[in-house]
């Protein structure tokens, strides 16, 4: 069904040209595995025939046949729905772990950078897997802790073959390997329900599921980064507060047979106007609004969690004690930023045309390039050029003037604090 | 002239003009001819107009893919287009696309409209959103598919 062509990103005839790529082709790339391997037959989510029925654009991402806009709505138009009423993203595709034994800390600690002893029960927290030495960072993900000895991980789908290579390699060279299960909930659905409406959609949903207000939690108590179970007429749920939106929203876990019911009953709830369906396509520009990596593109194997921005996930007593992977790199960076080549930072760029991944920063005074666009679009909540990327120490401050280059023209760009659009997390009344 | 009519009957292949939307003082049949490319552009051309000025933008179908325009390139007046090559491009949310002129030729009008309002592209990809027009010798050039063909193709 996808055509082939109507190339892209390149410049005129008389200007170098870097890419030839056609318009459907970029929309793959943006959502494809960074591994790119062209899977034979595309697998499907719990939820591929709904997507099917509501006239979904599908397209090949990470092994799956996954939905970028719906029929009823526009990239723009989806986007601007989440931020304003609320939007319902399948995420089944993404990898669902469990982590549990008397030594699933320890294990989790020696493979990531994060304090997993200080967090709370029934909280997450953003992560990511380390390479030794390099402290690159192999995926990131999200971590929960349920007990002491329990822990619940999502990690990207785009990396799901490298990401159980690594767990498994490591694993098996863990000196406490016998008191460590690691489990893939497979088939289990996912699905974000995201945007101002979320709460409201999620109440009424719990409250037609447990059918008095008594047994019903206080969602108004339930705060970003809190996770809980509910016991439904469609089995165990875990719902997480948070997302990948910047919006206040909700990521629910399904037994597989249930997923369908499930979404169709959050469906009929928001019917109308207050829920849609939205796809990758703008949860990939919301994400960019929100100041969000998706790896393959702001993050890869040769990033470390501190060149990334995301210090902040780094503990500091992790750092102190060390006895996780590439951590004589991250101490290092850590604690002088000049051990730190370059910063992701975001961009404005000026009117006209966006600057988008794998666009070149340069420096307008000498022309030297400090660095490459990592994700970038025109952002429809906006309605100006937006970008994230990586760019040379020294150069990152926010304010700092620059210029990308787009199809060989140089524009104005304007090293930017991010979110670019303010986040709207549910953290209590 | 071709323009209009093209953009009146858009898809059709060989379009006889309204009366009245020829300036002609007597009666004469304008040949107007059609065709798209495998990257999704459509160039029309009147072949009674002796002036051989061809007008190109992109299909429906590529508007529909590309989603909502932000922003189009166009190539600066006279400058000389080849078959197959890049002469501008058209971004939207999701992505830049490139615009391949379907023939060779020279850029003798750009749509200026777009500047102000890409959107048009989405309203009228095969009318008002033209893009350039092209001063050719023909529209003979490999690869061009008529309309059924090309709806086949897109089909595919």
């Known amino acids: ?429 | 002239m071709s323009f209009r009519i093209a953009t009146r009957l858009a898809g059709a292949r060989f379009v006889a003009p309204r009366a009245a939307r020829t300036f002609a003082t007597t009666p004469r049949v304008n040949v107007v001819i059609k065709k798209y490319t495998q990257d999704h552009e459509w160039i029309s051309l009147d072949t009674e107009d002796a002036s051989k000025i061809a007008t190109v933008g992109i299909t429906s179908y590529a508007a529909q893919s590309l989603g909502d325009v932000v922003y189009v390139e166009l190539p600066p007046l006279t400058s000389p287009v080849l078959a197959g090559e890049p002469f501008g491009a058209v971004e939207s949310v999701k992505s830049a696309s490139d615009i391949m002129s379907p023939v060779a030729g020279e850029v003798v009008a750009v749509n200026e409209a777009l500047n102000d309002k890409p959107s048009i592209i989405n309203a009228s990809p095969e009318g008002e959103g033209w893009i350039v027009k092209l001063k050719v010798k023909s529209l003979e050039a490999e690869g061009l598919m008529e309309e059924a063909e090309y709806k086949k193709f897109t089909e595919e």
């Open chain 1, 1 to 429: 069904m996808l055509p082939r062509t109507l190339r892209l990103t390149c410049a005129r005839t008389a200007l170098p040209r870097t890419t030839t790529k056609s318009v459907f082709t970029i929309a793959v790339r943006k959502y494809t595995s960074p591994a790119g391997v062209p899977p034979v037959e595309l697998k499907k989510t719990p939820l591929h025939d709904l997507h099917v029925a509501a006239g979904a654009k599908m397209v090949p991402f990470a092994g799956y046949s996954m939905p970028v806009t719906y029929a009823d709505q526009g990239l723009a138009e989806s986007h601007k729905h989440v931020r304003t009423k609320a939007g319902l993203f399948d995420v089944s595709h993404m990898v669902q772990h469990r982590f549990t034994g008397p030594a699933a800390l320890p294990f989790l600690q020696s493979l990531t950078p994060s304090d997993l002893s200080k967090l709370l029960p029934n909280t997450s927290t953003l992560s990511c897997f380390l390479h030794p030495v390099t402290g690159g960072i192999v995926d990131d993900l999200m971590i929960t802790l349920h007990g002491p000895e329990d822990f619940y991980v999502v990690s990207n789908a785009a990396c799901a073959e490298k990401d159980l290579a690594y767990i498994s390699e490591n694993l098996s060279s863990f000196p406490r390997r016998s008191e460590v299960e690691h489990t893939v909930l497979d088939g289990q659905g996912l699905i974000a329900l995201q945007g101002p409406e979320s709460m409201l959609i999620l109440n009424e949903f719990l409250l037609h599921c447990l059918g008095d207000t008594a047994s019903c939690p206080d969602l108004k108590k339930f705060l970003f980064g809190q996770t809980m179970f509910v016991d439904s007429p469609y089995g165990k749920l875990h719902v997480a507060r948070g997302g990948y939106t910047g919006e206040d929203g909700f990521e629910i876990s399904i037994p597989k047979e249930h997923t369908v019911a499930v979404t169709k009953e959050l469906l009929e709830i928001g019917k109308g106007d207050r829920v849609k369906l939205a796809g990758l396509g703008a949860r990939d520009t919301l994400r960019l609004e929100a100041g969000m990596c998706l790896y393959g593109h702001d993050l890869d194997d040769s990033t470390t969690p501190i060149e990334a921005g995301l210090k902040w996930l780094v503990g500091k007593d992790r750092v102190a004690e060390g006895g996780f992977h590439g951590h004589e790199t991250i101490s290092r960076q850590y604690a002088d930023w000049k051990q730190v080549p370059r910063r992701r930072v975001g961009f404005t760029i000026e009117k006209g045309a966006p600057a988008r991944e794998g666009a070149e920063i340069v420096d307008p005074a000498t022309g030297e390039v400090l660095g490459k666009i990592t994700s970038g679009c025109p952002s429809p909540t906006l309605g100006t050029n937006i970008a994230m990327g990586y760019i040379k120490s020294g150069f990152h401050k926010a304010g700092t003037e620059v210029a990308v280059k787009v199809r060989g023209k140089t524009r104005q760009a304007t090293v930017a604090k991010m979110p670019f659009v303010k986040a709207n997390y549910w953290k209590g009344e």
